[in-house]
């Protein structure tokens, strides 16, 4: 399995741009994460899905930040108009439920590193 | 706020020697995971600890919980320079799947 996918690895924008992050979660998983992590805040979790479905989306800063996922093997972040403050490493992870495992364990993907200038 | 800390902030060690973080949270839980996060990476889980267990092995990895304390330790015996990375502890409150973690502990093995 090719583990939780994310594009891109990078992204460099200027302020006031739209970013688009995306996802791609294992096959099979019913549960998708977005985290962003910065040195002063750690890892925070900002949105997440249940088959498809968004059911908390509290940790999402503000109205500049939206998430969808379209169907079980994408989900995209998008932030509008994108600001300095932004600039941080933006994870995706997914979770399911497995015979004598547990729904509890989050794989993550690589994160997609983003500054804005 | 956060409910799993770990503590230290950062550790280092040379290599041979063994590791030692702590996590403390505040509300009771069903679990508690450590992740391990290399430089550049995504985090990757470790292991998992039960409300009901007291203590878990897994290869040079040893993870105790108390309940009564409302915390957890990670043991890293005998570390490797491939050890160095941030460790995460992650809880997980009764009846929820959605986790919260703490800001990690950095750690540096020293060849």
Redesign the interface.
Known sequence: DAGVIQSPRHEVTEMGQEVTLRCKPISGHDYLFWYRQTMMRGLELLIYFNNNVPIDDSGMPEDRFSAKMPNASFSTLKIQPSEPRDSAVYFCASSFVRTGGSRETQYFGPGTRLLVL | S?QGEEDPQALSIQEGENATMNCSYKTSI??L?W?RQNS??????LI?IRSNEREKHSGRLRVTLDTSKKSSSLLITASRAADTASY?C?T?PRGS????????TSLIVHP
């Open positions: 956060q069903n679990n995971q992740y550049g990476r995504g985090l990757v889980h998992l995460f992650a997980f799947y959605i986790p919260t973690f703490g800001r990690g």
